[in-house]
T-cell receptor, first 112, second 112 residues
Framework: DTAVSQTPKYLVTQMGNDKSIKCEQNLGHDTMYWYKQDSKKFLKIMFSYNNKELIINETVPNRFSPKSPDKAHLNLHINSLELGDSAVYFC???????????FGEGSRLTVL | GNSVTQMEGPVTLSEEAFLTINCTYT??????LFWYVQYPGEGLQLLLKATKADDKGSNKGFEATYRKETTSFHLEKGSVQVSDSAVYFC???????????FGTGTQLKVEL
């Protein structure tokens, strides 16, 4: 039973396309996150939702739009993909305020 | 703003050697401090944490002590194994714990 699961694990697509990544957690947590990890392993938070409400929205292009249909799911949609969007995107969850994040296995996006 | 500085890697050690990975932080208040580990091809996992000054976090033979006077949270292990080969991230959270600020990660390679 995977605690935080993301799909797809790999995405290869052309510049200009639109793609989505889905995330689900079965830990009963109330907070979910999207992180971006670049080729040098640097991790940067993009968004965070608490009980379907957006609570963290870092400086991310408008082409990135998160959506949380319920507290167990957080999806990420990316419009008009650019080369610089190539990265590994990690979903994570936690109980609000304790800083202990549980990460998914990541979705590796390659934009050609 | 908050920041975390880690020693650059890769760190290459022989099995059973002593490990230290340095981590220092800058924060305006009193953060909680964390070490996360990322094994190849996986998401990050919480390794240990400390929430106040002089606390020691420990797990799987790894230890780190929250030193407020030196703003440090160095990771140590007395005898590393090949299976410890991974990327180690120091992180802090402040003011509620929803937003983790990560260091750049330190890759550890342990050889026989």
């Amino acid at each position: 039973d995977t605690a935080v699961s993301q799909t797809p694990k790999y995405l290869v697509t052309q510049m200009g396309n639109d793609k989505s990544i889905k995330c689900e957690q079965n830990l009963g947590h109330d907070t979910m996150y999207w992180y971006k990890q670049d080729s040098k392993k640097f991790l940067k938070i993009m968004f965070s939702y608490n009980n379907k409400e957006l609570i963290i929205n870092e400086t991310v292009p408008n082409r990135f739009s998160p959506k949380s249909p319920d507290k167990a799911h957080l999806n990420l949609h990316i419009n008009s993909l650019e080369l610089g969007d190539s990265a590994v995107y990690f979903c994570a969850s936690s109980q609000r305020g304790n800083g202990e994040l549980f990460f998914g296995e990541g979705s590796r996006l390659t934009v050609l | 703003g908050n920041s975390v500085t880690q020693m650059e890697g890769p760190v290459t050690l022989s099995e059973e050697a002593f490990l230290t990975i340095n981590c220092t932080y800058t924060a305006t208040g009193y953060p909680s401090l964390f070490w996360y580990v990322q094994y190849p091809g996986e998401g990050l996992q919480l390794l240990l944490k400390a929430t106040k000054a002089d606390d020691k976090g420990s797990n799987k033979g790894f230890e780190a002590t929250y030193r407020k006077e030196t703003t440090s949270f160095h990771l140590e292990k007395g005898s590393v194994q090949v299976s410890d080969s991974a990327v180690y991230f120091c992180a802090l959270s402040e003011g509620g714990g929803n937003k983790l600020t990560f260091g750049t990660g330190t890759q550890l390679k342990v050889e026989l």
